[in-house]
């Protein structure tokens, strides 16, 4: 690996994975469309002359073949992240995450670079009959237009595998959260909270038991994989890691954590039901044997994770004045 | 069900499904854009005052949202079917199956129609972990572009389902041969014994096992699907039935039914290996307990199903003429 291409590059996962690269010697072209993403993220990395960004757009397809040029491996990050809110605007999953992915691979078929990770998602398992989930489990039903969009995205990165000898690595990803953390439970209810300390409504009865990751234990793990010699797709050129932590935690608890952590206590409103949102998924736990036989294991628990989080956000208020403009 | 849109209407499973669906009393709205359909497949249809044919495409979106009005149930059969080129043109099976069912699913949402009925493939199960493959068969990874696009369809529908409470029925065929049949293997070998019926070359060494479907067999599955009470989509609002027959058979097997049914004796070449072709699956068996365990089973044996095609290929020899043209 000696210049990497990294698509969503000014994102959460994207930034900090780019300095990773930067801070490993590895040279960079940054790729990201900026519509989510934040050049200040950015802000070290263009430090390094070994950074160079390009904003451009997943269905630009001439203009990303272009920028892809002279790498040997692509990292796969941008996608439209909200599950959320999938079904209000239903072609945005097919768009930016279906289509999207597809000419990446054509742009990496064209200028023959046979090295991929793509950043896959625990949402993928619907919801899943075998808790905690691997990554064999019996093939799901979709509940959300974005998992129906990553395993579009897997399917033809794999059968891209098969047809042209593409070499990929599809990491499924629980909730990343930390430093940079940008859209997700814990940025709204920090939100409501500074708004207003005394009330906090939460989606859902708050039973929900959730997943998330930390930010750099993510980027350890797909280093490590990616350095890991029997981690080498062999047999359809394809292999799949699901990862997270060996645990799971309540909204109520999370909730817990991020009071205390800020000294408030809200009195808590529940919208009700065991769903959040049409289509969230009310118990996401991944089985992680598989990336703990390569020898990788998370540094920091959920509730340390959460923790980061809350006190990056409390050090960044400027995120939420740009993303209330997106 | 009273007015049914049928996609692909002029293809050889749609338009099969046409002429059953109006001889049960139902009217339709047959779609097709002829790129590979045939418009003398329609020719009975075109009798019945209950027939209405639209030549259009699916990624017209307006044009298709406009003409499924008034329909309560939607076939949704029109797809590039090919699957061993699917590295000759990455693109097709993108736009022709993954963009197409999404714009058919956002005119159905429009037109407020609430059932739907999707072609899928065993070729979603890859090269299958367990044989025979269930329904709920481990995750698998696509091995060629055109599984890809049908496990990208299968999801939207599923996400649309859980989204917009879409009832939808996905059938996971084997090949499906019989009258109207215009691609495959039977097709190939045909073709190649009328050029000279001294010789015929295969893919592969000819020891691949394939399942097959006879065409009639096929249609009344789907008919008693939707008839079967219990068979009504519940959880997730989507239903999955593999549809096979309990038998395979061996490329090399096939070969001698179509040669003695010909009368013919010719020296066979294999091409050797495995696989016919690249993303090739040399064992496809689907399991078929569900589908049996609503009351349907098949008339025909995989062998009667091919003697019936080669006897419709021989008394249709116009089919080479216009496929050679496409």
Chains 1, 2 share one sequence.
């Not at 263009?46 to 073949?65: E, S, V």
């Not at 597809?102 to 075998?130: D, P, Q």
């Not at 439970?185 to 038991?209: A, N, S, V």
Request: net charge neutral.
């Amino acid at each position: 690996m000696k210049k990497a291409f990294v698509t969503g590059a000014a994102g959460f996962i994207g930034s900090s994975l780019v300095d990773r690269l930067l801070n490993d010697g590895i040279s960079v072209i940054g790729w990201d469309n900026l519509s989510t993403g934040q050049e200040r993220f950015l802000e070290n990395a263009h430090k390094n002359k070994n950074f160079h960004f390009i904003k451009g757009d997943n269905l630009d397809l001439p203009a990303l073949t272009k920028a892809m040029h002279g790498c040997d491996i692509i990292f796969h990050l941008a996608a439209n992240a909200d599950v959320r809110f999938g079904t209000h605007h239903p072609s945005k999953d097919l768009e930016q995450n279906t289509i999207a992915t597809f000419n990446v691979l054509e742009s990496a078929r064209s200028n023959k670079i046979k090295r991929l990770v793509f950043s896959s998602t625990g949402s993928v398992y619907g919801e899943a009959a075998v808790i905690p989930t691997p990554e064999d489990a019996p093939f799901p039903l979709q509940t959300s237009l974005y998992g129906a969009s990553k395993v579009a995205g897997e399917a033809m990165i794999s059968a891209f595998g098969e047809g042209f000898g593409l070499q990929a690595y599809i990491f499924r990803f629980v909730s990343i959260v930390g430093e940079r953390y940008t859209h997700g439970h814990i940025f709204d209810f920090y939100k409501q909270l500074t708004e207003d300390p005394t009330k906090l409504r939460i989606l859902g009865d708050g039973t929900q038991r959730k997943s998330y990751l930390y930010i750099q234990d993510c980027i350890d793990a797909i280093m490590h994989v990616l350095n890991y010699k029997s981690s080498k797709p062999s047999l359809f050129h394809t292999e799949i890691y699901n990862l997270g932590t060996q645990e799971y935690i309540e909204v109520n608890t999370s909730v817990k954590t991020i009071c205390s952590q800020l000294g408030l206590s809200p009195t808590l409103t529940h919208s009700g039901g065991k769903k959040g949102w049409i289509g969230d998924n009310p118990f996401i736990f991944l089985e992680t044997k598989k990336i703990l036989s390569t020898g990788w294991k998370p540094k920091l628990t959920i509730e340390q994770g959460i923790i980061r989080t809350v006190e990056w956000l409390k050090a960044n208020p400027w995120v939420y004045d740009v993303r209330d403009k997106t």
